[in-house]
């Protein structure tokens, strides 16, 4: 079980809006920044928002990222087939002295 | 481009020792902290340990502390990772990325170990 939660799936037709959420706790999000990663399997992971809502260099800006208290959230607007993957969210958590994991969320773009 | 690439990984039995080296290129490797990262068959990501840019501080997934060490070698630009007392649980890929506190913005392609008895 994760310390993060995150709903197991999402899904949307090409050119929708999906959000989903990352719920977690005063150790973690409330007090450190939020990282979203995108992992098709078989690849390497790609940070896709950092810093709670910063895009790195290259990724698009049909990705947005949010946070509020103990939760945060990821949008995807916009949607591409290309988009179809696993999303993680990530974040240090003061308690445990390391970086915990959300257990994913499979996005299937319909 | 920054560039990571991992090796070591093998088919190890249970209560073996294994070590895994990740090698940077493209960026001033002993100026970033490093991760390893791990993802058993069907499960998500899960960190396992971090080390700062310059070797001085290390951190550890409860899973795995007193039986994984981290370590490096800037003058080589490798990161590494000895596993000891390997159990099944520790089978997985296993990814080197640059970066700790839950940003890894460049990642390697992982290596896979397997554990069995």
């Known amino acids: 079980q994760s310390v993060l939660t995150q709903p197991p799936s999402a899904s949307g037709t090409p050119g929708q809006t999906v959000t989903f959420s990352c719920s977690g706790s005063?150790?973690?999000?409330?007090?450190?920044?939020v990282n979203w990663y995108q992992h098709i399997p078989g690849t390497a992971p790609k940070l896709v928002i950092y810093s709670n809502n910063e895009r790195p260099s290259g990724v698009p800006a049909r990705f947005s990222g949010s946070k509020s208290g103990t939760s945060a959230s990821l949008a995807i607007s916009g949607l591409q087939s290309e988009d179809e993957a696993d999303y993680y969210c990530?974040?240090?958590?003061?308690?445990?002295?390391?970086?915990?994991f959300g257990g994913g969320t499979k996005v299937t773009v319909l | 481009e920054e560039q990571l690439a991992e090796s070591g990984g093998d088919l190890v039995q249970i209560g073996g020792s294994l070590r895994l080296s990740c090698g940077g290129s493209g960026f001033t490797f002993g100026g970033y902290a490093m991760s390893w990262v791990r993802q058993a068959p069907g499960k998500g990501l899960e960190w396992v340990s971090g080390?700062?840019?310059?070797?001085?501080?290390?951190y550890f997934a409860a899973s795995v502390k007193g039986r994984f060490s981290i370590s490096r070698d800037n003058s080589k630009n490798t990161l590494y990772l000895q596993m000891n007392s390997l159990r099944g649980d520790d089978t997985a890929v296993y990814f080197c990325a640059r970066g700790l506190y839950g940003r890894f913005d460049s990642w390697g392609q992982g290596t896979l170990v397997a554990v069995s008895s």
């Open positions: 080390i700062s840019g310059n070797g001085g501080r290390t």
């Open positions: 005063s150790s973690n999000i409330e007090d450190n920044t």
């Open positions: 990530a974040a240090w958590d003061d308690s445990l002295n390391g970086v915990v």
